[in-house]
């Protein structure tokens, strides 16, 4: 199987920077895409980022060019450094990987809270 575990959140404030990362284990030959949603307390889930297999890059309007998704295949790790942070993207933010012999993977969770 997959197992992903996350690390990197914590407390930032406004117009601060902070990186994610997202390790995978197990069959990681067998994933072709990964990345990262959000959930704020109230809200509903959103998705954020998404890398694919060939590098192909796409994320939600509401972060485009202040976060970016990026990976580092010798160490199976997926990344989201995000900068120019603002209030409203606290959130848990969980990285997920999709593995043709494990459907979709999911990590633990990181917080993310930013504010003064």
């Known amino acids: 199987q997959v197992q992903l575990v996350e690390s990197g959140g914590g407390l930032v404030q406004p117009g601060g920077s902070l990186r994610l990362s997202c390790a995978a284990s197990?069959?990681?030959?067998?994933?072709?895409?990964r990345g990262w949603y959000r959930q704020a307390p109230g809200k509903e889930r959103e998705w954020v980022a998404t890398?694919?297999?060939?590098?192909?890059?796409n994320y939600v309007d509401s972060v485009k060019g202040r976060f970016t998704i990026s990976r580092d295949n010798a160490k199976s790790t997926v990344y989201l450094q995000m900068n120019s942070l603002k209030p409203e993207d606290t959130a848990v933010y969980s990285c997920?990987?999709?593995?043709?012999?494990?459907?979709?993977?999911w990590g633990q969770g990181t917080p993310v809270t930013v504010s003064s």
């Open positions: 197990g069959r990681i030959l067998s994933i072709n895409r």
């Open positions: 997920y990987a999709d593995s043709t012999a494990a459907g979709r993977v």
């Open positions: 890398i694919t297999w060939n590098g192909i890059t």
